[in-house]
C-alpha cells in the first residue's frame, strides 16, 4: 500500500478536492481528530440559508428556519429511509399565531399516526427522526413542547357515570335503587387531568334494619371541566331510600324511594315500587321505576339503561327485585345487571347487583321458622370515557380496560383513576 506524505493538499484547479471515488471507502484511523474551521456540508443536518416562509417539502439531513411572520406554512416530509432527519425551527417566534403543519409523505407516519402534525409554540425547534414503518417519524428532542412536541386542540369527550348500586332490605326487604346513570359529553383541552371516582356497591345486611346500605357517588372532575356526580341508589326498605334510583318499600307496606336524589337534568335514575305486608317492592333502575309489589307477587327491579359508549349497546344500572314471605313470589331483577329478590322458604337467596353495573340488589324474603336472610349487594358502579383515538394520550392511572371501536379509544374504569387529556 502507497503512502502520500503532505501537509496540505490543495486542487490543481478550480476550489474542489475530491478523496476517492464512488463506491470507495475513505477511513479515518482510531485517534485522529478532525477539526473544521470552515463550513462542513453532508456531515449531519445541512442548515439551509433560504428562509422558508411558504410551503415546502423537506429534504433528509437538511435543516430549516421556518418563518410564518405572514401566513402559516405546511411542510410536507420525504419519504424516509431509517436514521434520515430533519430539523425545523420557528425563526421569527410567530408558530403561536401562525402555525407550522407538517403532513407525512403518502400513508407515511409521524409518531405512528398518518395525521397532519402541528406546529403552534413560539420559539419552538424540533428534530424528526425517520424509524421505521411502524412509527415513520418520531422526535428524539424538541424545545418548548410542554407534554406533547405536537400541539393538540381540545377536543370533545364522551362520558358514562354510573354510581354504585345499593343492596336491598331484610325481612320482605325492597329491592336496591341502582346507582344514578349520567351522560355527558365535554370539551378538554391538552394537558387536563380527569380524575375518576368509581364508587362501591351496598353491603348485603343479614338482619332486619331499616332499609339496605346505599351505594357510593361515582364521578368526573378536572380543570375546565363540569363535575359530573352521579348519585349512589337507595337502599331497599323497609321504608326505602332515596337515591340515584330510589330503593323498593318493604314489610309493613312502606312506600318506595324517591329516584333522581339529589335532582339532575335529565334525570339519573327512577323511584323505587311500593311493598305489601307479604312482598316488597322493586327497587328503580336507571331506564324505569320499580314496580309496585301485588299480593302474591313482589314488585320486580326497575330496567336500567342503554348506551353504545364502548362501541357495543349494553344495558347497565337495573334495580333489584323485591323479596317474598314464605309462600309468595320474589321479583326479578331489572335488566341491567339488578338482582333478584328471594323467598327463603324454598326459594333462591337474594342475588347482588352485577359488578360494575350499578345494578340493586335483590330484597331477602322472611322465614317465619329462621328469621333470617341475607339480601343481595348492590353492584359496584363504573365510569367510561370515549376519546379520538388521534387525541388520546395514553397517560392513565388506576388500570382502565383500554379498547378502540371505530375511531374511538374506549377506557373502562372499574375503580378509581385518572385520565391526563
Do not use: H
Not at 347487583?353 to 340493586?360: I, L, V
Amino acid at each position: 500500500m502507497s503512502k502520500i506524505e503532505v501537509d496540505t493538499i490543495a486542487p490543481q484547479s478550480g476550489t474542489t478536492v475530491t478523496l476517492g471515488e464512488s463506491g470507495d471507502t475513505v477511513n479515518i484511523p482510531s485517534g485522529v481528530t478532525l477539526t473544521n474551521s470552515g463550513t462542513a456540508t453532508g456531515f449531519g443536518i445541512s442548515w439551509q440559508s433560504d428562509i422558508k416562509t411558504s410551503a415546502f417539502t423537506a429534504v433528509a439531513g437538511e435543516g430549516y428556519f421556518c418563518n410564518t411572520t405572514s401566513s402559516a406554512i405546511t411542510v410536507t416530509l420525504p419519504s424516509g429511509n431509517i436514521g434520515d432527519t430533519i430539523e425545523l425551527v420557528d425563526y421569527a417566534g410567530t408558530f403561536l399565531t401562525n402555525n407550522l403543519t407538517i403532513t407525512p409523505d403518502g400513508s407515511e407516519k409521524i409518531e405512528g399516526s398518518t395525521d397532519n402534525k402541528l406546529l403552534a409554540t413560539s420559539k419552538q425547534g424540533l428534530q424528526l427522526v425517520y424509524s421505521g414503518a411502524s412509527f415513520g417519524w418520531v422526535v428524539p428532542t424538541a424545545s418548548r413542547e410542554g407534554t406533547n412536541p405536537f400541539y393538540v386542540a381540545p377536543y370533545d369527550i364522551d362520558f358514562l357515570v354510573i354510581a354504585g348500586g345499593a343492596s336491598g332490605g331484610q325481612t320482605i326487604g325492597g329491592g336496591g335503587g341502582a346507582g344514578g346513570y349520567r351522560e355527558s359529553t365535554q370539551t378538554v383541552n391538552e394537558g387536563t387531568v380527569i380524575t375518576v371516582t368509581v364508587g362501591d356497591g351496598g353491603a348485603a345486611i343479614t338482619s332486619p334494619t331499616p332499609a339496605g346500605n346505599s351505594g357510593s357517588n361515582s364521578s368526573i372532575s378536572g380543570s375546565g371541566l363540569t363535575t359530573i356526580t352521579s348519585a349512589g341508589g337507595g337502599g331497599g326498605g323497609a321504608a326505602g331510600v332515596n337515591g340515584g334510583s330510589g330503593g323498593g318499600g318493604g314489610f309493613n307496606a312502606e312506600s318506595g324511594g324517591s329516584g333522581n336524589t339529589p335532582a339532575t337534568t335529565p334525570s339519573q335514575g327512577n323511584d323505587g315500587g311500593s311493598a305489601t305486608f307479604n312482598v316488597g317492592g322493586g327497587g328503580g333502575g336507571a331506564g324505569g321505576v320499580g314496580t309496585n309489589a301485588s299480593d302474591p307477587n313482589a314488585g320486580n327491579g326497575g330496567a336500567g339503561s342503554a348506551s353504545s359508549i364502548t362501541g357495543s349497546s349494553v344495558t347497565r344500572a337495573g334495580g333489584g327485585g323485591g323479596g317474598a314471605r314464605t309462600g309468595y313470589n320474589a321479583g326479578s331483577g331489572g335488566t341491567g345487571g339488578g338482582g333478584a329478590g328471594s323467598t327463603l322458604g324454598g326459594g333462591s337467596p337474594a342475588t347482588s347487583g352485577t359488578a360494575n353495573t350499578g345494578g340493586g340488589g335483590g330484597g331477602a324474603g322472611y322465614d317465619p321458622s329462621t328469621l333470617s336472610g341475607t339480601s343481595g349487594a348492590g353492584g359496584k358502579g363504573v365510569v367510561i370515557l370515549s376519546v379520538p383515538t388521534a387525541s388520546y394520550s395514553g397517560t392513565t392511572t388506576g388500570s382502565p380496560t383500554v379498547t378502540t371501536s371505530g375511531s374511538n379509544t374506549i377506557m373502562q374504569f372499574n375503580g378509581s383513576g385518572s385520565y391526563t387529556a
